[in-house]
């Protein structure tokens, strides 16, 4: 599985592209599989329907923890680092882990969950969230984790999409100095959710909760009744593995679904090389399991590596922005995969932070979820690298599984701001507008994959026309990404950011609708348009234009704050308006489109040359709204 030079990656790569049914097969032989599979690949993107490894059978995690059991049962699997430092961290040896989830398997089938149900698990950053995870995957349950900034309103959401009928939640959550409640948010979401028959409460924060006699259990006391003896459910390599809700430029957030065989191999896959990771490494990886970064790079493909994965509850600036910098101290941390918010928001606090903290022990960095300046690529390299790490830009999205674009660490020569090569498998290219393929290089276009990789979103749960016309439909025969990307001379990419209505907030991703169907919500407000607009360090900053039905001129900032307290309800404090303009009108073509290139000059401060807006109904509007504009001097 292993590369280790250039010129071995030059030819796994086109290894890749003559036969990939051969090399993928190769791959796979590195996993312990019940059944071996009868055909590598299958596939069709019209439909879309994409199949890997048929007929195999096998439990990811037999192969994230049973086979290491015998040489590594006594090696740190998962270190957590508490959001408190003063807090003592916890180590589940492989052996520890294994009989939690085990254990926590045997819960699940207690409280009746068999193979093919979806359980929702709605959790701070504890051990226990990996423990659920895998007991689901143990006993063929599709896991459905929701990030735990969402809302009540959006976990129900998914757990009606979805149609859990299990809860996995916790009392609460500490993020730096602020106490998060979960169980209640999680009892609000139930109200309108009645497939839910069980919700099992982990104690963490130890503070009151209800418990509503007949549905709700305790995590402790369940966990006493069972043993650790749970045989693992044989699974087909295109079960369903889990779902993870994402957002788009339409409607509601979508259920990307992964399935088992394909997604194993390959986050185990890109795990191993590109971050050329060596027994004994500790891989801190600072997402949250609530979003795909770390389902699949502290989850499953550290675990599938028999790796060290460190999971830490808190945020990188409590007690102080050194945070990140003692994690890595402390625990001797040999990668750090991080984003480049992060980076720059740590860099916002000055050099003073870093220093004291002894980050000799850091091998590789890896940074991941936006598009990162030079500036900040900069910093994190000569400041936490001190110019000997590599860097790996990894470029790649939550349907796609595991990274696509990206440096192999010490091993393809890095360019600031540059996600660099497609790993083995992977087959990108550039497409115009109308569909055409951009050949050659010193080009940029819409990025493309125009060949399945294993862990390729199969489908979106519930509806498979959606993940067709999403994904598939825009340009035939292609998967689209929805990302604008460059290739310079050399071949490399360098992804530049969406080109749909997708924004991508501190490394989250929120749809523009989403965000103006929540401001719609809200009492008085007649029409909104969301644009982004680039923030120091969110990346971008979200935006939104509100027609009121009265002036709200002097109530005006009790109005803003009740949108923002509406979003938060209806989303969750992630997708929060940086910005909000009252104005009277929007400008509208003539068939009633909100032309949002103008919006998004207007909240760049960019209004010299707003282009062509002579096809505007009532070209007025965008006199008014520069004149109102919130720009910062
Ligand atoms: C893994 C993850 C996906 C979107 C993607 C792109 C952006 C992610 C990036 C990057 C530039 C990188 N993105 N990594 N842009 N350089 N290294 O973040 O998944 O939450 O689904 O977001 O994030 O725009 O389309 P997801």
């Not at 969230?129 to 929701?146: E, M």
Request: proline share 5%.
């Amino acid at each position: 599985m292993r590369i280790r030079t250039f010129e071995e990656y030059q030819q796994a790569y086109a290894y890749s592209v003559e036969d990939p049914e051969g090399f993928w097969g190769e791959i796979a032989q590195n996993f312990q599989w019940r059944k071996p599979w009868t055909k590598t690949l299958q596939w069709h993107f019209d439909e879309p329907n994409v199949q890997w490894y048929i007929g195999g059978k096998l439990n990811i995690t037999e192969n994230c923890l049973d086979r290491h059991l015998a040489d590594k049962g006594d090696q740190p699997a998962i270190i957590w680092e508490p959001n408190d430092p003063s807090e003592p961290a916890v180590t589940l040896t492989y052996k520890m882990l294994h009989d939690q989830v085990c254990r926590f398997a045997n819960v699940l089938k207690r409280n009746g969950v068999v193979k093919g149900d979806r359980v929702c698990i709605y959790m701070p950053m504890v051990p226990e969230l990996a423990v659920a995870v895998l007991a689901c995957a143990r006993v063929g349950a599709v896991h459905s984790v929701v990030f735990g900034g969402f809302s009540a309103q959006s976990i129900a959401d998914r757990i009606n999409d979805a149609q859990c009928n299990v809860v996995v939640t916790s009392d609460g959550a500490m993020r730096g100095n602020k106490s998060i409640p979960m169980k209640d948010t999680v009892d609000d979401a139930l109200i309108g959710c009645p497939s839910v028959k069980r919700v099992i409460v982990l104690t963490h924060t130890r503070t009151g909760v209800s418990m509503i006699k007949g549905r709700d259990v305790w995590w402790e006391t369940e966990m006493k009744q069972v043993t650790a003896d749970c045989p693992a459910e044989e699974m087909d390599a295109e079960d369903m593995l889990f779902i993870l809700y994402t957002s788009g430029s339409t409607g509601k957030p979508k259920g990307v679904v992964h399935t088992c065989g394909g997604y194993m191999v390959y986050t185990a896959y890109t795990f191993l090389n590109v971050f050329q990771y060596e027994p004994g490494y500790v891989h801190f990886c600072t997402a949250d399991i609530g979003w795909i970064t770390g389902h699949s790079y502290i989850v499953y493909g550290p675990l599938a590596n028999g790796a060290t994965s460190l999971m830490f509850e808190g945020i990188p600036t409590w007690p102080d922005a050194g945070r990140f910098w003692d994690i890595v101290d402390k625990h001797k941390v040999d990668i750090l995969y991080t984003a480049p918010t992060a980076i720059r928001s740590l860099m916002g606090f000055g050099l003073d932070y870093v220093k004291g903290h002894d980050l000799s022990s850091l091998k590789v960095l890896g940074s991941v979820g936006e598009p990162i300046n030079a500036e900040a690529w900069h910093w994190y390299d000569d400041n936490i690298g001190k110019n000997r790490c590599p860097i790996v830009d990894t470029w790649w999205q939550t349907e796609n599984g595991g990274i696509l674009i990206s440096p192999l660490a010490g091993i393809t020569k890095t360019k600031p701001t540059y996600a660099t090569l497609p790993l083995p498998g992977v087959q990108p290219v550039l497409v115009d507008e109308n569909g055409a393929v951009i050949e050659g290089n010193g080009v940029s276009g819409n990025l493309c994959i125009k060949f399945p990789w294993p862990s390729i979103i199969r489908t979106t749960y519930g509806d498979h026309e959606r993940c067709r016309q999403t994904y598939f439909s825009t340009y035939p025969g292609m998967y689209f990404t929805g990302d604008g990307c460059l290739r310079d001379e050399d071949g490399y990419y360098r992804i530049t950011g969406r080109v749909d209505d997708v924004l991508n907030v501190s490394g989250h991703r929120i749809g523009t609708a989403e965000v103006e169907n929540a401001i719609n919500m809200h009492t008085g407000v007649v029409e909104s348009a969301v644009v982004g607009y680039p923030h120091d360090i969110k990346g971008q900053g979200i935006y939104a234009y509100v027609i009121t039905e009265s002036d709200p001129a002097h109530e005006a900032d009790l109005m803003r704050r009740d949108i923002l307290a509406t979003v938060s309800r209806i989303i969750g404090p992630i997708a929060k308006p940086d910005k909000i303009q009252f104005v009277n009108g929007l400008p509208k073509t003539r068939s009633g489109k909100i032309m949002r290139r103008i919006l998004r000059k207007i909240a760049e401060g960019d209004t010299s040359n707003l282009g062509d807006t002579s096809t505007l109904l009532d070209p007025g509007v965008v006199e008014d709204i520069k004149a109102g504009a919130l720009v910062d001097v």
